[in-house]
C-alpha cells in the first residue's frame, strides 16, 4: 500500500506563507497524480490543486489561483503546495492525495495523508 504523510502544517498570520509537504512511501511517486485538498469546519471537502505524473499539467481551485502553487519532486518522493498570500478563509485541514496508474486524483484518489491543519489568524 502507498502511504502519504503530510507535514508543513501551522499557525500563520494573514498575508504570510506556508508550504506544505507530501511525502509517498516506496519509490512510486512518478506513478502518482497527486493533488491536494482541504476541509474546513461545517464545510464539505473541497479540491485545491492538481500536478499530473509529469508535472506538465497542473490544475487549480479558483480560490488559490495565484497565491498558492502545487509542485512535485519525483527523485525525492514528494509533492509540494506553498501557499502565499494566506486569508482567513483558508483555514482548514489540508489532505494529501494520490491516484493510482492513469487516474487523476479529481476523479478518485486513491490513497489519502493524514492531514495537516493550517490556521490563519486575521
Known amino acids: 500500500q502507498v502511504q502519504l504523510v503530510e507535514s508543513g502544517g501551522g499557525l500563520v498570520q494573514a498575508g504570510g506563507s506556508l508550504r506544505l509537504s507530501c511525502t509517498a512511501s516506496?519509490?512510486?511517486?512518478?506513478?502518482?497524480?497527486m493533488g491536494w485538498f482541504r476541509q474546513a469546519p461545517g464545510k464539505e471537502r473541497e479540491f485545491v490543486a492538481r500536478i499530473s505524473r509529469s508535472g506538465s499539467s497542473i490544475e487549480y481551485a479558483d480560490s488559490v489561483k495565484g497565491r498558492f502553487t502545487i509542485s512535485r519532486d519525483n527523485a525525492n518522493n514528494t509533492a509540494f503546495l506553498r501557499m502565499n498570500g494566506l486569508k482567513p478563509e483558508d483555514t482548514a485541514v489540508y489532505y494529501c492525495a494520490a491516484a493510482w496508474l492513469t487516474t487523476t486524483v479529481t476523479r478518485r484518489a486513491d490513497y489519502w495523508g493524514q492531514g495537516t491543519q493550517v490556521t490563519v489568524s486575521s
Open positions: 516506496g519509490r512510486t511517486l512518478v506513478l502518482l497524480d
